[in-house]
């Protein structure tokens, strides 16, 4: 009975928690991070995907503007409120960003 029914769900319960543990191991050890203000701005234009700002999707847009590769206004689906909400967040990243390399000099 041991042999039979036990041992194999034993084996398979030891296998399965190490399998998990090297997956936990793996993703915390490979995972990508993502710039925050990308995440952000992403947050606050969301998923629509119109194509509408030039743009294959949101992302695209997002990680446009985070890297200020693109100027804001081209999302036809936003309300102004969201536009607000992204040039606060892009001004306050100009002055880190604008203070980061006046101390260096």
Do not use: W
Request: charged share 20%; with cysteine.
């Amino acid at each position: 009975m041991f042999v039979q029914y036990i041992l194999p769900i034993l084996i398979f319960t030891v296998a399965s928690g190490l399998i998990a543990f090297g997956l936990c191991v793996t993703s915390n050890k490979f995972a990508v991070k993502t710039d925050p203000l990308y995440d952000k701005i992403k947050s606050i234009i969301g998923e629509v995907n119109c194509g509408a700002c030039g743009y294959a999707g949101c992302a695209g847009y997002s990680k446009a503007l985070s890297t200020f590769e693109d100027n804001l206004g081209k999302c036809r689906p936003m309300k102004q409120q969201g536009y607000e909400q992204i040039q606060q967040i892009l001004n306050e990243e100009k002055s880190k960003r604008l203070q980061h390399i006046n101390k260096q000099e």
